[in-house]
């Protein structure tokens, strides 16, 4: 881990950098997988929402899951709020600069600069393991049993597939993606992380 974003998680600072709405994906050893999604109450800024989705293995045949909480914010990072069937933080991955574009005597240009600055906690590769990781629990949902597609590899020809031949899935699709992947300036993954790794 970059020792930067290692300095932010070990001191909690990463905390400070929260903002609403996020949502934050969770998963466990069985690998049953979940995601938090907090906002803010519109009529009070010191009230959070917290809404739970769960995407259980056992469970796939039936609806999603859905528990609603409401608690104050400062009580945010409260492992009993965030507790839940030993679930944690999907793994942040970064994205490392590439050495021919920083170097001691050749700084990179000012473009380049904030591009990696702007994406230092919240990687491109990060929020595409995010959308990976969400179809991935789309298609276990409704295609589970489906020979013809999981013989597709490649999530690009599975999602083809799926546009092609199965429009209602489609817009079923689209209406997961709007809701459960939203812009973020930093990954609620990092944020949360020294919660559940204590």
């Known amino acids: 881990m970059n020792l930067c974003i290692e300095h932010l998680l070990r001191t909690k600072s990463i905390e400070k950098f929260l903002f609403f709405p996020i949502n934050l994906f ?22 959070i929402f917290l809404k739970k989705y769960f995407f259980i293995k056992k469970e796939y045949n039936k609806p999603l899951l859905k528990k609603t909480f409401v608690f104050n914010k400062k009580n945010i990072f409260d492992n009993k709020i965030l507790e839940s069937m030993d679930f944690s933080p999907i793994n942040y991955k970064e994205q490392s600069v590439e050495t021919n574009l920083n170097s001691y005597n050749h700084p990179m240009e000012n ?13 491109n590769i990060h929020r595409k393991n995010k959308k990976d990781w969400l179809w991935s629990n ?61």
Do not use: G, T
């Open 26 to 47: 969770l998963e466990n050893k069985k690998n049953d997988r979940c995601i938090f999604c907090f906002s803010e109450d519109l009529l009070n800024k010191d009230k």
């Open 138 to 198: 789309f298609i276990n949902f409704y295609f589970k049993n489906n020979i013809n597609f999981l013989s597709l590899y490649f999530i690009e020809h599975q999602k083809r597939y799926v546009k092609l031949k199965h429009e209602i899935l489609w817009q079923e699709w689209k209406r997961w993606h709007n809701k459960f992947i939203i812009q973020e300036k930093i990954a609620p993954e990092l944020i949360f992380f020294p919660c559940f790794n204590n």
């Open 111 to 123: 473009l380049d600069y904030i591009e990696y600055n702007y994406n230092f906690l919240n990687s």
